[in-house]
């Protein structure tokens, strides 16, 4: 049942969040540019868990945003603060993993 539910939310999280869709396109380009570019098995380490911090991110983040709605309907300065918050961590893991996508795929495009 823990699977079922971890899918269910996931999907929800993909059917109802802009930012979600945009980390699926950014992961659809990564993996083709990976395939693309015969990136070795040390790189694909790298590049999946690159992939996975920023989706572990936006995944928190959302449910810290259901959450925070169903606590707090009407506005409050603490919880825009524990929203903005996680929103930060989703674009600190964004430019972490730009930045190792970067020096990843550096090395096949120069070399």
């Known amino acids: 049942k823990s699977f079922r539910y971890a899918i269910d939310g996931i999907v929800f999280m993909l059917r109802t969040q802009h930012n979600a869709w945009l980390h ?7 993996i083709s540019l990976g395939l693309a570019c015969d990136v ?3 790189d694909w380490r790298w590049l999946i868990a690159a992939m ?14 259901y959450v925070c709605a169903v606590l707090s309907p ?9 929203k903005d ?9 964004a430019i972490a993993a730009l930045l190792i996508g970067a ?3 550096w090395p096949y495009f120069v070399g």
Do not use: P, R, S
Request: net charge negative; no cysteine.
């Open 24 to 30: 699926g396109v950014a992961t659809v380009i990564v």
């Open 74 to 82: 009407e506005y409050h300065l603490a919880v825009k603060h524990a």
């Open 103 to 105: 020096m990843t795929f």
């Open 52 to 65: 996975a911090m920023v989706w572990v991110a936006e995944t928190l983040n959302t449910a810290v945003e």
């Open 40 to 42: 070795n098995a040390q």
């Open 85 to 93: 918050i996680a929103a930060g961590g989703v674009l600190i893991a």
